[in-house]
């Protein structure tokens, strides 16, 4: 069935329906991953977004029942440029076409990636529409607004993962969480209370939690001025707060810094972060349009703790006045020099001494 | 942490000779390191035997010394250059175990040479069996059940232990010499003793077979600060049991979850960390297709073949990054040369497939044991990017030259299905067209998967291809033309097929290869072709040229050409022109974005060349340096109307073509040894008995003496004949009468008017055996005057006739006192890159010159034959008849080696010496015994032979026959019996370790079942020189002589001749 891609400018590329039946309106964001469609189709970061992931033949191996980022496809539409018919893996539960139009997922395949990666990098924002109705108005691209997008993928009620056992009590304030940072989390000897974004401050403060995680999540962080304020609230208990992505976003905004979209989002597995205090520099997995201002990053309250080697934009911040920081990308979950699964430790570290005091 | 400013002058160390398992991959890493350290002013002192290689190019290092690659030799130089340090990485496993030797010697310390990048201890580690094994326990990575042993009865008990089948592989060896899968006792006694001998250390691993795990590879580098990346992922499509070098290579990794690619990832990481790698470093891992178990099967801690191929398949320059490394800078100081303007500190992605395909000797070998295994066999291989997996294979699978367009090969074509299900079991370099075979015979994709272990995700793939070709034979419906493209099937194939016209063709589009997938701006032109609506070249202003590449190396066709090839495209650029390079070898300089002004990774075929032009059209193309391959598009290039630089088109042809050729020889007044055309059996036999024995019989039109054969009886004629014409010839076969005299070779430069020799080379063999086989000597030294100026008149005449521009390559056979012409090549040839070395001249750039139209008496070279060096070099062939089973060993008219070395200097007994040295020849001295068998006609020169090795203190072995011959000469000699006339006869003895040299001149004829053969391999196999020509023996005997008197000697800087 044919399917085409429809760009704001209104750019028809003609391809193949890859998904489900109907049309998908959004931004196009594309990644650079060569693998993980699964774990990028389930991250809610993603979500409200069409993904174009840039490694031309996707698929290969499925998807499985494991390996899914959330319990759903979030991704508002994806674009290939082969989609496989016959993929081989012995986790697969099905192929990844069948779970696309199993989750409502519109995709297309055959489009040249690479000309509409080199478009989008080029104008920086493109939004666009996968379709397979023949008669689809343009207009509907611009009349398209994402708005409260964290609203949209939090959590509806709080869940606990890890066993009770733990020696740390987490809330993770989920605005659009992976599933890995939770696992990750309880790797590191915590119990996670999973906690709707909107989540009334005190609920946090009076639970007896050891620590906060701001998790990612999608959107425009100015629009979350609501949770921007109960970030404000916890900051000022001295609670120890790790910010991850759009939370390290919104914990920037609760200080009074800036964050603005940028020229060219980073949405890949292969991005150099220099963590500032040596020098290291590791590879991270990142997924974000907004970024920090770095001049409006205020000396007296906090440090650039990572920038990212290639643009220097602001990857990580330490903040002076209480027992928080915030990285930009997804954190790497093992305790090698190469990676940076240090972070958890040592938010764990901010914990222990938390619980001391 | 910048650059150690302690480092100021280094000796790079080069990999010698090409043999199987160590091909150009190091030329390419070598230059590109030598090219890394002058960037940071650094001195480089660069050593290498093979003088083919631009890294041993006097603008590529500061003193090049083209020498044996053996301890003494390095120890000499180090003395004499004082370098204060050695990088031993970039030169495959030759210059690492080299570093390592001089290190654990003590000698490095004692001269305060330090070894730059990665530590001594961490190589120790990572080549070391046990101790890999240790530290891989100790750091949580698993690894296959694997025992080291150094004794037959070890092995026996560890293999009975874990249970057959267990693969058997020998410490410090190259490409896996002496390996294999032992399935049962009887196998392990084959190959655990063999194994144990070849390995420097006398140790073989036993282990684990995991043969059908997929093989996945990791290129990996760290700096001194800790910071370490992966550059490129790569999936075997053959699955774990056959040497990776001999693999279909995918990249990146095609079938592994996010969560399989990490975990290897970071394993890949982990263990760099651990090791504590500084630089490149390649990790092979086997990993259970139904388990998330897997287990590292080794780690290359130094740029390998892998590296090459990662390079070239991502953009991202791994030797020279290596190299930055090595002289102390961090990964994020080092710029990604491709972009420009981000870091090397990252991971490159890649928005392509990428498929190696291994290119194998065995259309020269025809003889040859074609199954495959641990031990690696190809010479070569070629590499293809496309954006589906489909057109990838099949590009790469038109880039073998081997007549591939559709995967199929016809003789498999007769195999009906019950044959074709059992071959699928055979894993052989035809596995993956028994496969296509066996799908258009409708065998189902779990069968097959279940016989080959290979992935079932190749397979639909390979299904996909099957499926649209046979679609085509119903013709060309709307759309099928499109898809058929995006699979990668030419316009000719699709019109054989379909049997129809293609009306409106689609043109390709090219894409760049950017490291980075279009994320950021890439100024790097590097292209490859596919068929989509929007390309990324550029047009450029300036006048272009088209320099086609040499393809894979193989038998016949080595890095020589790529040497000729980046060489053109220098001085086209010297001479202000735009350069473009079209190749499909990733091992090669050619092939390195940084060469040519525009890189084009494409086969080299006629319908390839036809869309590259049409998108660049080029003002002229240059073919006459990219060896046969390249000569053989001339005629599409001229056809395209592009102009082609150079000796015309009609007179290439006219060099080739038997008919044309007398002509012009008979114009000329040369005289040639006399010769029919023939195409049948029958016709042959006539010829033969016309010209009478011996005759040469060999196809027009072929590369390395391909298929050429001395036959001396009938018999031989109808064997030949009915080799050759099992491949079906376009163009007559051409029987001569062979002149046994000597051979002498000139390359020569014209511009149409004047030409210049550099030098005249004489070969030390009679003729018969292949020039690229046999000892060549500069200048000559039993040529006298006279028959030089005869050569000079030939060449001459030869050259004028044929209109040449440029350079050409002229053989003759001195017979009889009199001077005939066998062979003209209107083209560059295997010797330019060592006569431009020793001569001083600039053989390339002067030629390319010429073709631009400059003239030689303009050039500062002078005309005629160019004055004598003095210097004496020697060019020593270099076999690899150890890696490939069954295939004979004494030298004919077909070529066999696989590479050479040179050995230079002012005395010509001590460049014989070195360079006999230099090509691995064990020379035996003190207290050593000879076995000499030779032909009848042969004995009396023997016996000469005999003696002189007698006078020299040999024991001198011989069977009956030749023994009575010798001592009635009055040499002293043992009778040893002959195979099977007894218990202890010449090959009990010969295993038993009882000769330390062979020589053995070859009966009559090509049956494999004589005992001569069985000798010669048994010497190969148990490493003991065999020489199968008198006169490389007395060449030999010379160097004994010379080792005896223990003469001193020199090395020499080619930069100061």
């Known amino acids: 069935m044919k399917a085409f891609l429809v760009l704001d400018d209104g750019t028809i590329f003609e391809g193949i329906s890859a998904g489900a039946q109907g049309t998908a309106i959004g931004e196009i964001v594309f990644n650079t991953s060569m693998t993980g469609y699964q774990e990028i189709i389930t991250d809610p970061s993603n979500w409200g977004q069409i993904v174009l992931m840039t490694y031309p033949l996707i698929g290969n191996y499925g998807i499985n029942d494991q390996d899914g980022e959330s319990g759903k496809a979030q991704a508002g539409g994806l674009i290939v440029r082969e989609l496989c018919k016959e993929p081989s893996n012995h986790r697969m539960t099905q192929p990844l076409g069948d779970y696309l139009k199993e989750s409502g997922i519109v995709a297309i395949e055959g489009i040249d990636t690479r000309q509409l990666t080199k478009e989008i990098r080029k104008r920086g924002v493109v939004k666009g529409a996968i379709t397979t109705d023949c008669d689809f108005d343009v207009k509907r691209i611009d009349e398209n607004k994402v708005t409260d997008a964290v609203r949209a993928v939090t959590c509806k009620k709080q869940y606990q993962v890890g066993c009770d056992t733990a020696k740390y009590n987490v809330a993770l304030i989920d605005l659009g969480t992976k599933k890995s940072v939770i696992t990750t989390l309880t790797e590191f000897e915590c119990k996670v209370t999973v906690m709707p974004a909107y989540t009334a401050p005190k609920t946090i403060i009076e639970g007896g939690f050891d620590g906060v995680v701001l998790s990612g999540g999608p959107g425009n962080p100015k629009e979350c001025n609501e949770i921007i304020e109960n970030i404000k609230e916890l900051q000022k208990t001295g609670i120890p707060i790790f910010g991850i992505g759009l939370g390290h976003l919104l914990m920037a905004l609760a200080s009074g810094f800036d964050t603005e979209r940028m020229a060219n989002a980073h949405n890949g597995a292969n991005y150099p972060v220099v963590r500032a205090e040596n020098g290291a520099s590791h590879i991270t997995v990142q997924n974000h349009k907004y970024v920090v201002l770095s001049k409006s990053v205020d000396k007296e309250k906090a440090d650039i703790t990572h920038y990212n080697l290639n643009d220097n934009s602001v990857e990580g911040i330490g903040y002076k006045k209480f027992a928080a920081f915030s990285v930009q990308f997804y954190p790497g979950k093992l305790l090698q020099p190469f990676d940076t699964g240090y972070l958890f430790l040592e938010f764990v570290k901010y914990m222990k001494a938390y619980k001391k005091s | ?1057």
């Open chain 2, 1 to 1057: 942490m910048p650059k150690n400013s302690n480092i100021k002058k280094v000796m790079v160390i080069g990999s010698g000779p090409i043999i199987i398992g160590q091909a150009a991959e190091f030329d390419y890493a070598g230059t590109q390191a030598c090219t890394a350290l002058k960037e940071e002013n650094i001195e480089v002192v660069l050593v290498n035997s093979n003088p083919a290689t631009i890294m041993t190019d006097k603008n590529i290092a500061d003193k090049v010394y083209i020498e044996p690659l053996n301890v003494d030799f390095l120890k000499k130089i180090i003395i004499k250059e004082r370098p204060d340090s050695i990088l031993p990485t970039l030169g495959g496993q030759t210059g690492l175990n080299l570093a390592m030797e001089l290190a654990e010697q003590g000698f490095l310390e004692e001269q305060n040479v330090t070894l730059l990048g990665t530590k001594v201890e961490t190589i120790k580690t990572a080549e070391d069996r046990q101790l890999f094994k240790d530290k891989m326990e100790e750091i949580c990575q698993p690894c296959i059940a694997s025992k080291v042993v150094d004794s037959y009865k070890d092995a026996l008990d560890f293999a009975l232990e874990i249970g057959f089948p267990v693969i058997v592989r020998p410490a410090y060896t190259l490409g896996g010499t002496g390996g294999g899968i032992a399935y049962n006792e009887a196998d392990l006694e084959q190959i655990a003793p063999n194994g144990l001998r070849l390995s420097r250390v006398h140790q073989v691993l036993i282990e684990r077979c995991v043969s059908g795990w997929k093989e996945i590879e990791f290129e990996v580098m760290r700096d001194a600060k800790g910071n370490a990346i992966t550059i490129c992922s790569m999936e075997n499509v053959d699955p774990v049991g056959v040497h990776t070098g001999d693999s279909i290579v995918v990249a990146p990794a095609q079938t592994l979850s996010d969560k399989e690619f990490q975990m290897l990832r970071n394993a890949a990481l982990i263990i760099i960390t651990e090791l504590g790698i500084e630089g490149g470093c390649n990790v092979q891992f086997a990993l259970d297709p139904k388990s998330l178990e897997y287990a590292v099967i080794e780690v290359n801690p130094r740029v390998s073949r892998s590296s090459a191929l990662a390079s070239k398949a991502t953009g991202y320059p791994i030797a020279k990054v290596a190299t930055k490394i090595a002289v102390g800078y961090r990964l994020d100081e080092i710029i990604n040369a491709v972009t420009g303007s981000t870091y090397a500190c990252f991971e490159p992605t890649i928005d392509y497939v990428v498929v190696k395909f291994p290119r194998w000797p065995f259309d020269k070998f025809v003889r040859a044991k074609r199954l495959l295994g641990t031990q690696m066999k190809a010479t070569g291989e070629v590499m293809a990017i496309e954006v589906s997996f489909e057109a990838a294979l099949m590009k790469a699978a038109r880039s073998l030259e081997l007549g591939i367009y559709n995967l199929q090969l016809s003789h498999l074509k007769k195999m009906d299905k019950d044959a074709l299900a059992k071959q699928l079991f055979v894993i052989d370099d035809e596995r993956i067209f028994v496969v296509a075979e066996a799908m258009r015979k409708e065998i189902e994709i779990s069968e097959i998967h279940s016989a080959t272990k290979i992935d079932t995700f190749f397979l639909y793939k390979l299904k996909n291809i099957v499926e649209t070709e046979q679609k085509l034979r119903q013709g060309l419906k709307d759309g099928l033309y499109a898809e058929a493209k995006k699979l990668g099937f030419t316009d000719a194939v699709i019109e054989r097929l379909s049997g129809q016209k293609i009306k409106n063709r689609a043109y390709a589009s090219y894409k760049l290869v950017d490291t980075c997938a279009a994320e950021f701006e890439a100024g790097a032109p590097y292209y490859y072709s596919t068929f989509d609506n929007c390309s990324e070249h550029s047009a450029g202003g300036r006048k272009k040229m088209l320099v086609l590449g040499s393809g894979p190396i193989r038998i016949g066709q080595g890095i020589e050409f790529d040497y000729c090839s980046v060489h053109s495209v220098w001085a086209l650029r010297e001479e202000g022109y735009e350069t473009i390079i079209a190749n499909c070898n990733p091992e090669t300089v050619s092939t390195d974005f940084d060469t040519a002004d525009k890189l084009y990774f494409e086969p080299l075929t006629p319908e390839d060349i036809e869309h590259l032009v049409k998108v660049e059209n080029p003002d002229g193309a240059i073919v006459q340096f990219g060896g046969q391959t390249a000569i053989g598009l001339t005629k599409t290039l001229s056809n395209l109307g592009v102009a082609i630089m150079g000796t015309s088109e009609e007179n290439i042809d006219a060099a080739e073509d038997r008919e044309k050729f007398d002509k012009i020889l008979e114009k000329c007044g040369i005289p040639r040894p006399a010769g029919k055309t023939v195409f049948t059996k029958d016709e042959a036999l006539e010829a033969a008995k016309e010209l009478g024995y011996p005759v040469l019989v060999r196809p027009s039109y072929v590369l390395g003496g391909q298929g050429m054969e001395i036959a001396f009886n009938d018999y031989d004629v109808v064997e030949f004949m009915e080799i050759i014409n099992r491949v079906k010839q376009e163009h007559p076969i051409l029987i001569d009468k062979y002149l046994l005299g000597r051979e002498i070779e000139v390359d020569a430069i014209c511009d149409g008017d004047d030409l210049l020799i550099p030098g005249i080379m004489e070969h030390l063999e009679r003729a018969g055996v292949h020039s690229g086989d046999s000892i060549s000597v500069y200048p000559p030294q039993r040529l006298q005057r006279k028959f030089q100026d005869v050569i000079v008149e030939y060449t001459t005449k030869l050259a004028k006739a044929l209109n040449v521009v440029g350079l050409v390559n002229i053989q003759f056979v001195l017979y009889d006192d009199e001077i005939y012409v066998i062979e003209v090549n209107p083209r560059s040839s295997r010797t330019v890159p060592y006569i431009s070395k020793v001569t001083n001249i600039p053989m390339v750039d002067l030629a390319l010159k010429c073709v631009l139209g400059k003239k030689l008496k303009d050039l500062g070279y002078g005309t005629g034959l160019y004055k004598e060096s003095d210097y004496k070099a020697v060019k020593v062939p270099v076999f690899s008849f150890e890696k490939l089973h069954d295939v004979e060993t004494s030298l004919g008219p077909e070529m066999k080696s696989t590479g050479e070395v040179l050995g230079i200097s002012k005395d010509f007994g001590e460049a014989l010496y070195k360079g006999l040295v230099a090509s691995g020849l064990k020379i035996p001295t003190e207290n050593a015994s000879v076995l000499i068998t030779v032909r009848d006609t042969d004995k009396d020169e023997a016996a000469k032979i005999a003696k002189e090795l007698y006078n020299l203190g040999f024991i001198v072995y011989a069977t009956e026959n030749t023994a009575n011959h010798f001592i009635s000469k009055g040499v002293n000699t043992r009778t040893v019996l002959k195979i099977g006339e007894g218990s202890l006869d010449i090959l009990d003895m010969m295993q038993a370790q009882q000769f330390d040299l062979v020589i053995n001149t070859p009966t009559k004829g090509r049956r494999t079942e004589r005992d001569g053969f069985k000798m010669r391999r048994r010497a190969v196999e148990l490493s003991i020189p065999c020489l199968t020509s008198l006169d490389t023996a007395a060449a030999v005997i010379k160097c004994v002589q010379r080792m005896k008197s223990n003469a001193e000697t020199s090395i020499v800087d080619i930069t100061k001749i």
